[in-house]
């Protein structure tokens, strides 16, 4: 008999992966939503807000293994402590956890909730398994396609990337939810490190464009931290395989 796994931020571009591994696997999956959804093909969708704390209870009524992929611009630190309280009360066997390199390094407040939810997670007596991931390629093209609209691109000194495609992340992360809980396992990155004019001119090259790169310099602590890679995982981490320009090519549908 297979249990219902609950995940959060089941809807996103990371869930979209995620959720159908675990199905084929033979998983029913119960999705955590701030939109009421019907459910369907084995995924059951439970309304709640976790940053307010409501929904959370039902939502994983009858779980024994939570997925956490829901996360924002603010709020998230919060958001887990509400997830690990009710999950804690509902006798969860596993928490699995998304965070980010450099979590613990990059002196941003972003990246500060993201620490304190790896905590919380660590903290809360429930098995556990925390996955820090490089940048996805998805969100690296957000990114690029952004700056790409000014007239001169902006290209942040030292700055460098290792971005992952959001599937393989997606793959390793369905590997740990259903296997035994592991604690802080190692990082998973990209195949190679970028700075972000690197990043830059083969997108620009797909889109038929041209612009005139400036330097810039990212001011303050988190200019010193990026500037020495605090960001980047070099030695010990899992590399994926997919390369950025394969990424461009599939997602522009444009020969390299």
Do not use: C
């Not at 959804?37 to 704390?53: E, H």
């Not at 992929?69 to 009710?86: F, I, M, S, Y």
């Not at 992952?164 to 190692?186: K, Y």
Request: aromatic share 4%.
């Amino acid at each position: 008999m297979t249990s219902s796994i609950l995940v959060t931020g089941g809807t996103g571009t990371l869930g979209g992966h995620v959720v159908p591994l675990l199905r084929t696997a033979g998983h029913d999956v119960r999705i955590l939503s701030r939109n009421a959804r019907p459910a369907a093909d084995g995924i059951d969708y439970v309304t709640g807000d976790l940053l307010k704390g409501e929904g959370v209870e039902a939502a994983l009524d009858g779980a024994q293994t939570v997925l956490h992929l829901a996360g924002g611009p603010k709020g998230d630190d919060e958001a887990t402590r509400n997830l690990v309280r009710a999950a804690s009360r509902a006798g969860v066997r596993h928490l699995v956890y998304i965070s980010v390199i450099g979590a613990d390094r990059v002196p941003l407040a972003w990246m500060r909730t993201k620490l304190e939810s790896e905590r919380a997670v660590a903290e809360s007596g429930i098995p556990w398994t925390t996955l820090r991931a490089a940048q996805f390629h998805d969100l690296a093209l957000t990114m690029v396609e952004k700056m790409a609209k000014l007239p001169v691109f902006p290209v942040p000194g030292g700055l460098r990337l290792q971005p992952v495609d959001s599937r393989e992340v997606a793959a390793r992360l369905a590997e740990l939810t259903l296997g035994a809980p592991s604690g802080l396992v190692p990082d998973l990155t990209g195949p190679h490190v970028h700075g972000l004019a690197d990043l830059a001119r083969p997108y620009l090259r797909f889109r038929g464009r041209r612009r005139p790169m400036l330097p810039v310099r990212i001011p303050g602590k988190a200019g010193r931290a990026y500037r020495a890679g605090a960001n980047l995982t070099l030695q010990g981490s899992e590399e994926g395989k997919r390369t950025w320009e394969e990424f461009l090519t599939e997602r522009l549908g444009q020969g390299a």
